[in-house]
Structures are given as C-alpha cells and as structure tokens.
C-alpha cells in the first residue's frame, strides 16, 4: 500500500539535545510538508520541499532544519535552538507543491521535551 | 495573504442529530478549499475539497459542504451524525503558487465534534 510513515510514534528528548524525525513515502510526490501542530492553534507550516535537494523554509522554520536528498525522505531535525519543541509533528506529500493538490498526511510524532 | 477562521472550537451534538461547522477565509483571489478529519493521535485525513465548478461539495462519510463566495464561507454539513464521527475538523484554504504567498495550505484551528450516544 501506498502512504506515508513517520517514525517514531513517541520521542522524549532531553534539553539541549537536537532530534531527527523520519518520514518516508512510497507515493512518488515531489513535494513534502513538515508541520507543527499545537493544541487549539490547528497547523503551522515549518518547511517544505517542492522537488528533491531544495527546500524552503516555512512560517515556523527557526530552531529546524531539514535535508531532501532523496524523494522519498524529508527527516526533520529539532535543534537545541528551538525553545519550545513539545508538539504533535506531522508530514505530509503532495503530486507536485501546493493549489489544487490534496496533501497526504502521515500518522505523526509527538515529541516530549522533558 | 489568506486566512481561515474556524467559528466554533468544540461542537457537541447528540447521535443521528445534523451537524454543521463553520469555517470562514479570507481572501484577495481565487481559492481552493479543504476540510480535513484526525482522529485522536493520528494524521489527517481528507474529507472533501472545492476545486472549482458546483459549489456543493460532496465528501466521504457522508459530509458535504457548500462554497459561498459573496459570504467567503465553506460550511461542513452532515444530517445525521454517528458516534464514530467524533474527531477534530480542519479547514483548509489555498490559492494558486503564482499568488503571493501562493501554494501553502493555511489552516483554521481546528473544531473538536463530539457526538454523544
């Protein structure tokens, strides 16, 4: 079957160490997503990837970082930089970057900070 | 740039009654717009979409929603609820990537349905 994953499920982090979430999809998008999803605030873009080996930076970016060095992979790093990281995270893929194209999402890693 | 408004944070409703929640955008050109459904610890799911054309929308699991321009609204409806239908609404709104700020999907908040046996 065709989607997306995300690995891990749950991930608990200590202060100053930086994070790598996995996401992989067998769909054969070219664009990516990583969001950020906090409660009663629905979600917030932090980069994304139109093709492979380029991205951008989204309305969330600082404190993150990202590589796309393959189509199937977009990994999300969370660096010490980022001051508050506890959060449901969220991938997704689409045919080709943004209108009309229907994102897939994956089934998301939520990141405990302790 | 766009934005969405989602009217109604959480919407309890009793089993087989209509539901209706309210999203609202904002908007200098032409949109396209999503409403997704998660459930509890999981990623979204598309429920329906308005590309273009009639502005009734018809999704999965029974949902519609209609667009309506002069009021910039795309309302999500079900007549007749089931347990099962509790989860968190999202509704999405993006316009075409030649538009500045083009291309991303901006969220609303998000509304919490609970339906009630």
């Known amino acids: 079957d065709g989607g997306i994953t995300q690995s891990p499920k749950y991930l608990f982090r200590k202060e100053g160490q930086n994070v790598t979430l996995s996401c992989e999809q067998n769909?054969?998008?070219?664009?990516m997503y990583w969001y950020r999803q906090d409660p009663g605030q629905g979600l917030r873009l932090i980069y994304y990837s139109q093709i492979v080996n380029d991205f951008q930076k989204g309305d969330i970016a600082e404190g993150y970082s990202v590589s796309r060095e393959k189509k199937e992979s977009f990994p999300l790093t969370v660096t010490s930089a980022q001051k508050n990281p506890t959060a449901f995270y969220l991938c997704?893929?689409?045919?080709?970057?943004?209108?009309?194209?229907?994102?897939?999402f994956g089934p998301g890693t939520r990141l405990t900070v302790l | 740039a766009q934005s969405v408004t989602q009217l109604d944070s959480q919407v309890p409703v009793f089993e087989e009654a209509p539901v209706e929640l309210r999203c609202n955008y904002s908007?200098?050109?032409?949109?396209?717009l999503f409403w997704y459904v998660q459930y509890p610890n999981q990623g979204l799911q598309l429920l329906l979409k308005?590309?273009?054309?009639?502005?009734l929308v018809k999704g999965i699991n029974g949902f519609e929603a209609e667009f309506n321009k002069s009021q910039t609204s795309f309302h999500l409806r079900k007549p007749s609820v089931h347990i099962s239908d509790t989860a968190e609404y999202f509704c999405a709104v993006t316009t075409d990537p030649i538009y500045n700020q083009g291309g991303k999907l901006i969220f609303g908040q998000g509304t919490e349905l609970s339906v009630k046996p």
């Open positions: 997704a893929s689409s045919i080709t970057w943004g209108g009309r194209n229907e994102q897939f």
């Open positions: 769909l054969n998008h070219d664009a």
């Open positions: 308005y590309l273009s054309g009639s502005t």
């Open positions: 908007s200098s050109v032409s949109v396209y």
